[in-house]
Nanobody
Framework: QVQLVESGGGLVQPGGSLRLSCATSGFTLNYYAIGWFRQAPGKVREGIACISSTDGRIFYGNSVVGRFTMSRDNAKNTVYLQMNSLKPEDTAVYYC?????????????????WGQGTQVTVSS
């Protein structure tokens, strides 16, 4: 059974950094597209990074490019999101998602499997 569990969220000051982890089980990580998404209160869920299931290319949303870095450790069945230069507008619940039927994507409804999310709050 496919499972994804996010961790690493918390409270951080503007300009700070956090690293989120997404521990996966029940599937072979590098055969699935994996995405990171976030949702702030009152806003739609936003795709911020994803990794291709075919060649490992990584794509980023415009709001995080140059600040966030996604990576994958197949041996540990874990995906990471390193977040630097955090801003108050990065405050949201962050989710990882997986799907075996797409190459990559930043659209939430392309993904079948989701974690429960981890809260990130950027505030002084």
């Amino acid at each position: 059974q496919v499972q994804l569990v996010e961790s690493g969220g918390g409270l951080v000051q503007p300009g700070g950094s956090l690293r989120l982890s997404c521990a996966t089980s029940g599937f072979t990580l590098n055969y699935y597209a994996i995405g990171w998404f976030r949702q702030a209160p009152g806003k739609v869920r936003e795709g911020i990074a994803c990794i291709s299931s075919t060649d490992g290319r990584i794509f980023y949303g415009n709001s995080v490019v140059g600040r966030f870095t996604m990576s994958r450790d197949n041996a540990k069945n874990t995906v990471y999101l390193q977040m630097n230069s955090l801003k108050p507008e990065d405050t949201a619940v962050y989710y990882c998602a997986a799907d075996p039927n797409i190459d990559y994507g930043l659209v939430p409804n392309e993904y079948a499997y989701w974690g429960q999310g981890t809260q990130v709050t950027v505030s002084s």
